[in-house]
């Protein structure tokens, strides 16, 4: 059966209608394959190079901006906005899913993206020579983000909630987001979704998931649709952890 469907595909594929395929010039270098244990060994085999340049300030925060893009909110628009709004604001951002993919095509996972990002993390990433938007990988590796994210933790001696840390679905569309998200919240994060998830129609609902659930994991969604407003209320979020932590704000 499998060699049934590669050969319709062959014979389908010399019927395609040349003059309806568009294959955009526009190219852009990445640099990606970023994971927990290649992350340490570009800070040299320890979180701590990172953890210090959180605790000055250099770097104000991590956030996990990740999954699908959907062309109900303009295609690519709001993660790419919100990515760029959070390095403008040293907030390192790493990214897996298709966000990635929108995120490589403008360039901003390139060493030279650091020219985008505020001083702090621009002067982060150069001395290290990676990009201020990380690539995580494909969506199945979204997970992963958390093993960092409790490495952290653990070398601060802190709760992942009590972090610098948010996380992310500027342009959520599948289950497996869903799933990701939740994950997220339980994790102890704060958690932007968007576009508007569907259970505006159960107000319990809606506030477990945006109030009640914080005094439980210390995690809750924030809904926004425009991605300036979502980086004001992310990066006010990363503020508050870190004067929790008596960090420089
Ligand atoms: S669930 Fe689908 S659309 Fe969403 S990030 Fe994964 S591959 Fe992309």
Known sequence: QAMQIVKMSI????????SKVHIPKYKSEVMAGFSVESCK?????????LIDAIKAGSVKGIVAVVGCTTAKTKHDTVSVKLSRELIKRNILVINAGCVSSAIQIEGLMKPEAADQAGEGLKAVCRSLHIPPCLNYGSCVDIGRIGVAVTEIAAAL?????????????PEYLEQKAVADGAFAVAFGLLLHLAPVP???????????????VESLTGGKVLVELDPVKAADAIEAHINTK????????
């Open 157 to 169: 001696g802190v709760d992942p909630s009590a972090l610098p840390v948010a996380a992310s679905a």
């Open 41 to 49: 060994a570009a800070l040299g085999g320890t979180w701590n190079p």
């Open 11 to 18: 014979d389908a594929y010399k019927m395609r209608d040349k």
């Open 242 to 249: 870190r004067k929790a932590l008596g960090l420089p704000v």
């Open 198 to 212: 569907p259970v505006t129609g159960a107000p319990l609902v809606a506030k477990v998931l945006t109030n009640d």
